[in-house]
């Protein structure tokens, strides 16, 4: 089944939280940081494979956007220059599976946005050793239920947004060790009301997005320690 295109909810609209973790930087920009401070944020979009060739970004680069980039292959592999990486968007770009396993080298990796591409379930595996992983944006890609066994091996995975993906009841199931939950957005998929009560009753004090209204067990008081 292709991509499904959707409008209105998707994770931009929702990361406000995450993206306060890198409040210590100042807005991203194209422009060269000032004479005497360090670039820790660049944001491009619509860029091509020889406009990244050419960049100049300092290896401690924090903050990297390029929604939108026509980019190949070798494009995905200069992410591993930047080890610094904490915020990284890709949406509609053309990674690949394949591509994935370049970011495999970004250790210090917390927030990741891979909305509207044609990342499949067979390129999860490659984000399982991305364990300071926090905001993981998967929207409108082409992932199944059995894919998300990968990213029960993510300990600080946050926030969560699968929408318009192809998971189901059946998927959440592996989603249930994820002790530091706090938001899985589950916008225009087969999951049903019956399968978020299941999956709370593992993790009663994670709030699930179903649609325009937010599913908490109200019995719960508090996260899991």
Known sequence: MGIRVFTGIGCLSFLIVPV????EDKPS??????????????TYTAITDEEVAKLS?????????????????????????????QYLLLDETPITDADLRHLQTLPRLRFLSLAQTSVTSQGLIH???????????????AINDASLVHLAQLPKLEWLYL?????????????????????LSVVNTQVTADGIRRFHEFRPT????????????KSATAPDS
């Open 127 to 141: 984000l399982e050793g991305l364990k300071e992983l926090k905001t993981l944006c998967l929207d409108g890609t």
């Open 206 to 217: 994670t709030r699930v997005r179903q649609g325009t209204v937010s599913l908490l067990d």
């Open 57 to 85: 970004l300092p290896a401690s680069l924090r903050r990297l956007s390029l929604r939108n980039s026509r980019l190949s292959g070798n494009s995905f592999a200069r992410m591993g220059e930047w080890k610094e990486l």
């Open 29 to 42: 920009s194209d422009a060269p940081a000032p004479l005497g401070r360090v670039q820790r944020s660049a």
């Open 20 to 23: 306060l973790v890198l409040a």
């Open 163 to 183: 929408n318009a993906t192809n998971v189901t009841d059946a998927g959440l199931i592996h989603l249930r060790e994820l002790k530091s939950l706090r938001l």
